[in-house]
């Protein structure tokens, strides 16, 4: 029977007790620290790349002024320009800041600024001794067209058309043109008492002011042009169509009437008053 020899273990441990793995690959040590220090380094350059791009771009700093405008060039001497602001005089005194003209803030250079307003004309002074004249106060007669003799004229309290007479007659023949009480556009008849004309029952008299309604539209009266040439036509406010007229040497209001006695009857002019 032959004889079996024992064979030698596979596994021999080193000298030191170690025995290597022979699991791993050799080499795989290195590779993982190489691999390690390559992404290190790129790490290294990302993060110095994105530092170098977040920094702000500074401009560079501008030359000095003086060195441009001096055209002489380094190395000579170059000589300061002279003030364009005279140097205060020994022995005198400097305006007063508030003496200079200064530019507000607010307002660009060189813009004209605002003239100052104009003064209100002043009103004239009057001379010692002259007195404000009074508007006057315009005083009428009327006057017939067919009778230019006769004028309106205040008799027993009714208006009637006489001949002139003494002074008393003439008073009585000068009123006061005023404007219409019922309407200004027309004309009211004063007289020198304070009394008005006013047509009632259609007859022209003189009465009171009794500050009613019906007086101021019976004393009111609208001047109309008159076929007569130079004379008018008085229109009551409040009987449109209705004129004054001399019928029997008394004043009246009728209507119009396209007969030439009526139209030369209510044809009247205002001349200066007799008084």
Not at 11 to 16: F, L, R
Not at 228 to 239: F, P, Q, R, T, W
Request: hydrophobic fraction near 30%.
């Amino acid at each position: 029977m032959p004889e079996s020899k024992s064979r030698p273990p596979q596994n021999q441990p080193w000298e030191s007790g170690w025995a290597p793995d022979t699991s791993r690959v050799p080499g795989t040590r290195r590779l993982w620290l190489a691999g390690a220090l390559a992404i290190a380094t790129v790490a290294a350059c990302v993060t110095a790349i994105v530092v170098t791009e977040q920094q702000p771009d500074y401009p560079s700093p501008a030359p000095d002024q003086a060195a441009v405008a001096d055209p002489s060039g380094p190395g000579l001497i170059s000589y300061g320009t002279p003030s364009a602001t005279p140097s205060p005089t020994p022995g005198k005194k400097s305006a007063s800041p508030s003496a200079r003209t200064t530019t507000s803030a607010s307002e660009p250079q060189g813009s004209a600024s605002a003239p100052p307003p104009a003064a209100p004309p002043k009103p004239p002074t009057s001379q010692p001794g002259s007195s404000t004249p009074k508007p006057s106060t315009t005083w009428r007669s009327v006057r017939s067209v067919n009778y230019p003799d006769r004028y309106w004229h205040i008799s027993g309290g009714l208006v009637k058309l006489d001949p002139v007479g003494g002074s008393e007659s003439r008073e009585d023949s000068t009123f006061k043109l005023v404007k219409g009480l019922a309407d200004s556009s027309c004309q009211s008849f004063a007289t020198a008492d304070g009394k008005y004309l006013r047509h009632r029952d259609f007859i022209l008299r003189a009465d009171r002011n009794d500050g009613s309604s019906l007086f101021k539209q019976d004393a009111t009266f609208c001047p109309r042009s008159s076929p007569m040439s130079g004379a008018i036509m008085l229109e009551s406010v409040n009987y449109p169509g209705r004129f004054l007229r001399h019928k029997d040497f008394v004043l009246r209001l009728e209507s119009y009437q396209h007969s030439g006695g009526y139209q030369v009857d209510s044809a009247f002019r205002l001349v200066g008053g007799l008084a």
